[in-house]
């Protein structure tokens, strides 16, 4: 299964870079960016290129629903039928893909990806407890 | 039994939380420190970084010594986390079940030797690894699972 993130600005590679920080580095992953000014065609090509070179169905990540990296890839589906598309891509949510992307069936990996990224988010309060837990 | 016994100045970070603690199937992790024992900021870090589904033991080196050596840790997939070399040493010499080490992140610091990108040992902390060595645990530096071992001695 290959992995392509595609951003607003130069933030996909930087998300990869950071998780390869964590979880060592990836194959058959791919970033695209799409510029201030950059046209449509162009970022299409991009996606289209990235596409092509990766085996296998596609999971694609990408920055915010509705968006134009987002809106482009959901074009882009007739031609890649295999692709998947999930929003809000995070740290969490490229670790727990990398991680598991070899031996998670597609549904589940998807459904753990997504659950990764909300319990990511997370407020911090002194309130845990003081309880040790013991073998 | 006893899956990793690692070597990580930042102890439970993302490399160990997320990626070790995986690649492992790790069931329980014990902190072996005695500052963050007796340190409940230390400790309440340490939870907040803990994966979801596995056990987290914080102990002193002596009592994780006296827990790993009485067998109550057998059933359990053990990974073991150490701060510091000296640290492991004290462990590994009188804990028999650890066989291997993995040399993760050490602090990198003027007069001290580099084994690897990430550990770096002082000449008493060699010292300390040659010994082990030479009673039969096999030490390696190696940061992330992905990454090829890197065999000491």
Known sequence: MGILICTHGNSAKELLQSAEM??????DCQ????????????????????????QGPVLCL????????????VKLIKDYPDMEIVTGVNIPMLLQLFI???????????????????TGIYRYSNT???????F | MI?????????LHGQVAVSWTSHLSA????????????????????????????KLVIKTIADSIKAIN?????????????????????????????????????????????????????????QELDKLVANGVQVYCQQVPTEKKKIFG
């Open chain 2, 27 to 54: 069931d329980c992790i014990l902190i072996a420190n005695d500052n963050v024992a007796n340190d409940n900021t230390e400790k309440t870090i340490m939870k907040l970084a803990k994966p979801t589904g596995v």
């Open chain 1, 22 to 27: 964590i979880c060592g580095t990836q194959k």
């Open chain 2, 3 to 11: 899956v990793l016994t690692r070597v990580d100045h930042r102890l």
């Open chain 1, 128 to 134: 845990t407890s003081g309880d040790n837990e013991e």
């Open chain 2, 70 to 126: 009485s067998g109550v840790t057998d059933k359990y997939k053990l990974f073991i986390v150490v701060k510091s070399i000296d640290d492991v040493y004290k462990l590994a010499e009188a804990v028999p079940a650890i066989k291997e080490i993995n040399l993760g992140g050490t602090q990198a610091a003027d007069g001290k030797e580099s084994l690897s990108s990430a550990v770096f040992v002082t000449s008493d902390e060699r």
């Open chain 1, 62 to 73: 990408t920055d915010l629903k509705g968006g134009t990296p987002f809106n482009t890839l």
């Open chain 1, 100 to 118: 598991n992307r070899e031996q998670m069936p597609l549904e589940k990996l998807l459904d753990s990806v997504i659950e990764a990224g909300q």
């Open chain 1, 31 to 54: 970033t695209v960016k799409f510029e201030m000014g950059e046209s449509l065609d162009q970022l299409q090509n991009d996606l289209k290129a990235k596409l092509d070179s990766l």
